[in-house]
């Protein structure tokens, strides 16, 4: 199994430097990849339910400073030139998929192949009509842009006509290393599992139990079958977040329902100046998921 870590582009301690020295502590730790989250813009007042917290409330002010994931992993990639780079979830439909199509095909580029795309479709209505994208369409939407980004990511004249969005022939270069981007669905949703079984290359659950966990894997691979898809082929990228803590007895079960990578969060403490709590807690979290540290 491979393990990786969030790095944190939000919040007050989110700097280049912080970025910097996080991404190579996690690549002299043995960690395989970073992750980043995202948000574009944040309204004063959000009434959208948060599926990531059991009282359903954002808790985030609208001044939180949030680093455009793509750049910061650009960034961190350059110091930490082993690691995956991943998205823990990147909101695809406030985007448009071409220029989307483009950012990521660079960064692919750039960082020799390493990107992994855990994709959304988003939870916070405000935020789309603070950017103008329609929030009912959403589900629909993503599914069509995840199509044309990945006919475009094969560097041949495309010619698109879809229900949402329409290219009458064009063509992207530099494509992707491996003229594709691994795509793993956030969500855990009865229609996110369905949308990774139908059209994604990986589930990417977040803010789950080891029971919920446990009881979407079963469901995900259901739905492999009925699509005609291999189950093994389907990734599961893991994301505990604060549900439950990485214990020897949690990852024995990570172990035992296959899961192909453990993204662990690492929270940022206001009373640690140095990150030197945060460090501790790569740390352990290593140790307990048998991280083999790099020699420098």
């Known amino acids: 199994m491979e393990v990786g870590v969030i790095i944190h582009n939000a ?65 961190a990639g350059a110091a930490a030139p082993t690691l995956k780079l991943g998205t823990s979830v990147l909101v695809v439909p406030l985007r448009n998929p071409i220029l989307l199509a483009k950012q990521l095909a660079s960064l692919d580029f750039l960082t020799g192949g390493r990107v992994i795309l855990g994709a959304g479709a988003g939870w916070m209505a405000e935020e789309f009509d603070l950017i103008g994208q329609d929030f009912a369409n959403r589900g629909r939407r993503v599914v069509e842009m995840v199509e044309l980004m990945r006919q475009l990511w094969r560097g041949e004249m495309v010619y698109f006509q879809g229900e949402f969005y329409q290219l009458p022939g064009g063509q992207m270069q530099p494509t992707p290393v491996r003229k594709t981007i691994p795509i793993v ?14 059209v994604g290359d990986g589930w990417h659950p977040t803010q789950i139990t080891l029971a919920e966990l446990e009881a979407g894997v079963k469901k995900l691979r259901q739905y492999c079958e009925e699509y005609g898809r291999d189950p093994a082929s389907t990734l599961v990228i893991a994301r505990p977040g604060d549900k439950y803590d990485i214990t020897p007895e949690a990852h024995a079960k990570h172990l035992e329902l296959g899961i192909n990578h453990l993204v662990v969060d690492t929270p940022i403490k206001q009373e640690d100046p140095d990150l030197s709590l945060l460090r501790e807690k790569m740390e352990r979290a290593a140790e307990v998921c048998g991280l083999t540290p790099r020699q420098s």
């Open 11 to 75: 919040g007050d301690k989110a700097s280049p430097e912080n970025l910097v020295k996080t991404a190579r502590w996690a690549e002299e730790l043995g960690y395989h990849s970073i992750w980043l989250t995202d948000h574009v813009v944040l309204k004063e007042e959000v009434n959208s339910w948060y599926p990531y917290r059991t009282h359903g409330r954002w808790d985030y002010p609208p001044d939180t400073k949030w680093i455009d994931p793509l750049l910061t992993l650009a960034w």
């Open 185 to 198: 669905w956030g969500g855990h949703s009865d229609a996110a599992i369905r949308r990774a079984a139908r």
